[in-house]
């Protein structure tokens, strides 16, 4: 099983900025295409894809946060980063690092609060 931990988040006003970061526990992380995933406060709300990135570096983001969020990895650290701009009300959420597709278990996540 491997371990996840999740650090960064925070409350932010609209327009500022936040680096999440994630620490897997893993001897396979270069081998993994890893990812970030959030979950909106509700009842009923699904955990959606944000972002990913291959070992090789290719990425993909959500159509929401595509050109205000960047993701990166480091395999030296087994450290996977995501860097968020322009935040809006809407990112307000639970993030979570993991695999695309996901690991069977989940971290503890990090709260994202965007609001004035």
């Known amino acids: 099983q491997v371990r996840l931990v999740e650090s960064g988040g925070g409350l932010v006003p609209p327009g500022g900025s936040l680096r999440l970061s994630c620490v897997a526990s893993?001897?396979?992380?270069?081998?993994?295409?890893m990812a970030w995933y959030r979950q909106a406060p509700g009842p009923g709300e699904q955990r959606e894809l944000v972002a990913s990135i291959s070992f090789r570096g290719n990425t993909n983001y959500a159509k929401t946060v595509q050109g205000r969020f960047t993701i990166s990895r480091d395999n030296a650290k087994n450290t996977v980063y995501l860097q968020m701009t322009s935040l809006e009300p809407e990112d307000t959420a639970t993030y979570y690092c993991g695999r695309d597709p996901p690991f069977p278990n989940w971290g503890q996540g990090t709260q994202v609060t965007v609001s004035s």
């Open positions: 893993t001897l396979r992380f270069t081998a993994y295409t």
